[in-house]
């Protein structure tokens, strides 16, 4: 932000959803700019950080660049679509948890496997290290992902009808009264 705010002339007001605005025949930016910027570069740290993550499910490069590219491509509208969900899976960041910390055994693990580091195991590869096929670190990912969500939604509910519950019977006094 300070090195866009450096090099280019900004004005401190929002003008409606515009970019640039011209004042006295010169080109200004808005503060909307700024916004702009900071969600793709928010995006861009996303991809990033998502490297190791899809490392722990394949080491073929494409993959790894085709999941980065999709991941800067719809972060955003993904992002809006779980922001009006988010009062409703109240579980995902356990969910979430869990999935990291799945995957971080299986970086592990992986990482044992092809040890090549000579103070662990004298350089060699552990071999009582299992290896997790991506067949299970799929289901794993899809099945905590479908637990998560419906026990949410099951709570969201519940609450709501509990809520909803002393609303029912004060209504119900007012009409017998």
Known sequence: MKFARRHLPFVDQYHEDKLSVRIDSKRFFTPMLLVII??????????????????GLTEEAYIVFTANAFALMGLRQLYF???GLLER????????????????????????KVNELPFINGGEPVKWVPEIPI?????????TI???????????RKDAKREAAPEDAAAEREVAS
């Open 146 to 156: 479908v637990v998560a969500t419906v026990l949410s939604l099951l709570k969201t």
């Open 81 to 83: 679509l779980i922001g």
């Open 38 to 55: 900071a969600i793709g570069f928010v995006d861009l740290i996303f991809a990033v950080d998502s490297i190791p993550a899809i490392y």
């Open 89 to 112: 899976l109240v579980y995902l960041a356990q969910g979430l948890a869990v999935i990291l910390s799945f995957i971080g055994i299986k970086l592990i693990s992986h990482a044992l």
């Open 135 to 143: 067949w299970f670190s799929l289901g794993f990912i899809a099945t």
